[in-house]
């Protein structure tokens, strides 16, 4: 651990304007990102007696290396740069309200020739009327389903749509008086439009004119003995009620708000809000998020606000009042900047009587049963994980706690389409938006410990040279293309590299290459073999301390490098169970890769090297004739009569075929673009 005095700046070098503040650890990562009215007092607060700090704080301030200060011109400024930058580092230390999606609202698209129902999210759209926001999106979905028997409005897509009006067939929901099908006549345009906009008019709060229309249908049907428009009137009545059930009103129907509150401990906090339009309760929402920072409830509504507002996308959506359980410190400042955000006027504040003030104590209570229940179930995960980590650090005999585990993995079929893939886990989950795939080709190709050789050395010259870049004065890790983020599924992770040789990451981490981050222990898949070429690659670049070692699948035997037997677990250890969790997902991620890879190469078109001829017009003609086989069997007139393809490269295609058929080479049949 580092000591705060060794990089505590002079005093006289500390400003006292208002600014933002970043502490960063040994490899280069912003672990803290914080703001002040006084930049010189505040960081002062950090240094004067480390050992009384809280010991979150006491673990950020021996944790970091340095810090950097930017000057800001006031507190409003120092508000959205410190947004702006957790935002961008996601700081280990910061509290994290961690939420990807935007709310969803329910729109009927009124700018249409029929207007359709759906569900929307983003930015909004002219002409579009919205309702909501709905959480989560069941509620809205159900909301949807049960209006739709009584208001049939489109809601298919324009593709379905276009499809049902070119066959004269409307779609299911058609068939089941779902949708009263005006792609194929059956309701005009007006009439359909009028549907949408009684649909409107019910979502917006007046159910009573439709209601009472019903029921004096289904009274007159009644009395004409039609019992079965009858019952079809009752069921419609019984689906408004059960909508307008779901959505009681709770505060007078001019009411936009966005109600907030909390339950916390001294390690967690839980955080619940409602969403009030037009009176309504339309939708609930919640976080529990752990407090690695030292803050109070002031400070958990101001990082609240910020990153929830913040991060949407749609900010005109923001409500005219916030409700909050307190205000926090820069209330005046987050107010303005709330404002700004919305470009209306937005009300933050307290609310001390009255109903709101009831419905905040309703929301509070939410909160503490979501703190209560997460409480209850991560309970035992966390004790397993901890658990798993120690007996594996103890199995090993390594110095450090193993909070970083790499697994390696290659994949290929009969030494074609070689691909590997890493996969991480920290504190014993696993974080996906570091994983990496690479591709192997070459002599790195011709088996499985040169393929393992290749890949350990291409992700850990990737680290030495960061941290070279990083241990030069003013240097950075290299920035490239992306920003870095990934999902599980192999198409959307980075590939960390074309070719065999230096590693060529195409993805850059928030705050450079995620290559610069060592792990604690890594992990491939395989026996001695595999662990000596692993071992072999990092001695080579001059990391001897990295601990090495690998998972047989056979036998589930532990093999480490240079030992001759290997080590057996437990086979109820949960050291054992984290290492066959972390294999597993290696060889998943890696066979997803190594399919997209092979799939891709299965689909190559014979017609690829023909000169001149590009993707779209290669699709073309393979679209014109389904094969290449029949492309072969056509004369040089019937494929120039392709859009796009004259007689020139009609003789073309027809002289690159019969080349490799010459050759040998021709694949007949084969169809792709």
Not at 57 to 82: D, K, N, P, R
Not at 296 to 301: E, H, I, N, P, W
């Amino acid at each position: 651990m580092a000591d705060p005095a060794s990089y505590r700046p002079r005093p006289g070098e500390i400003p006292t304007s208002p600014g933002v503040y970043r502490f960063i650890d040994p490899h280069g990562r912003v672990i803290y990102v914080g703001k002040a009215k006084n930049l010189r007092a505040r960081l002062n607060s950090y240094f004067a007696r480390p050992e009384g700090l809280h010991p979150k704080t006491y673990a950020m301030v021996h944790t970091a290396t340095q810090v950097e200060w930017t000057v800001v011109g006031s507190e409003l400024e120092a508000i959205q740069l410190e947004y702006t930058w957790i935002k961008q580092h996601a700081p280990r230390f910061n509290i994290m309200y961690r939420d990807d999606k935007s709310y969803p609202y329910l729109a009927v698209t009124l700018n249409e020739k029929f207007p359709r129902v759906q569900v929307m999210r983003g930015d909004r759209r002219p002409g579009v009327k919205y309702f909501g926001p709905f959480h989560p999106a069941k509620a809205i979905r159900e909301t949807v389903d049960t209006m739709l028997r009584v208001f049939p409005v489109r809601s298919c897509s324009a593709g379905v749509f276009r499809r049902a009006e070119a066959s004269g067939r409307p779609c299911l929901l058609g068939y089941i008086d779902k949708c009263s099908a005006p792609c194929v006549g059956r309701i005009s345009p007006e009439d359909h439009r009028r549907l949408a906009e009684e649909f409107c008019e019910v979502m917006a709060g007046r159910p009573g004119p439709h209601m009472r229309r019903i029921e004096t249908e289904m009274k007159e049907a009644v009395a004409e003995l039609r019992y079965e428009d009858a019952a079809r009137h009752r069921d419609d009545l019984d689906a408004l009620r059960r909508v307008f059930e779901r959505n009681a009103v709770v505060l007078s129907e001019e009411t936009e708000a966005d109600i907030f509150a909390f339950a916390e401990d001294e390690l967690e906090a839980a955080v619940q809000v409602f969403h009030v339009r037009q009176g309504r309760i339309r939708g609930q929402r919640g976080w529990v998020v752990e407090k690695v920072e030292e803050t109070d409830a002031a400070g958990l509504v101001e990082q609240l606000l910020l990153q929830v507002y913040g991060s949407m996308e749609d900010a005109e959506r923001i409500p005219r009042e916030v409700l909050v359980p307190e205000l926090p410190e820069d209330a005046e400042q987050l107010g303005a900047w709330l404002r700004q955000r919305r470009g209306a006027a937005v009300d933050l504040r307290v609310p001390r009587r009255g109903d709101k003030a009831a419905l905040l104590g309703t929301v509070r209570e939410n909160a503490q049963q979501a703190l209560m229940l997460h409480k209850a179930r991560r309970s035992s995960d966390l004790t397993t994980r901890s658990q798993a980590l120690r007996e594996l650090q103890e199995a090993l005999d390594a110095p450090d706690a193993l909070l970083r585990i790499e697994c390696f993995d290659i994949s290929h079929t009969s030494g074609t389409n070689v691909v590997a893939s890493m996969v991480v886990m920290e504190d014993g989950l696993p974080k996906k938006k570091d994983y990496r795939r690479f591709s192997v080709r070459g002599d790195a190709a011709r088996d499985d410990t040169s393929a393992m050789r290749d890949v350990i050395t291409r992700r850990f010259s990737r680290y030495l040279d960061d941290q070279m870049r990083l241990d030069a004065p003013g240097g950075e890790p290299a920035v490239v293309a992306d920003d870095g983020t990934a999902t599980p599924d192999a198409s959307d992770v980075p590939d960390a590299s074309a070719g065999s040789g230096p590693v060529e990451d195409t993805t850059v981490d928030r705050e450079g290459s995620r290559f610069a981050y060592p792990p604690s222990l890594v992990v491939v898949d395989g026996g001695q073999p595999q662990v000596a070429a692993a071992r072999e690659a990092l001695d080579a670049l001059g990391i001897t301390e990295l601990p090495v070692i690998g998972l047989a699948k056979r036998l589930e035997e532990v093999w480490l490098p240079d030992d001759d037997f290997p080590l057996v677990l437990p086979r109820s250890s949960q050291a054992l169970y984290m290492l066959q969790r972390i294999r597993d997902e290696a060889h998943r991620f890696a066979i997803s890769y190594h399919r997209s890879k092979r799939s891709r190469e299965m689909t190559a078109s014979a017609l690829d090297e023909v000169p001149g001829l590009g993707p779209a017009r290669r699709r073309a003609v393979v679209e014109h004739f389904g094969s290449v086989a029949r492309i072969r069997q056509a004369g040089v007139e019937q494929i120039a009569e392709v859009p796009g393809i004259g007689e020139a490269t009609a003789r073309r295609i027809l002289e690159h075929l019969a080349d490799e058929d010459q050759h040998g080479s021709g694949a007949p049949g084969q169809a792709g673009a």
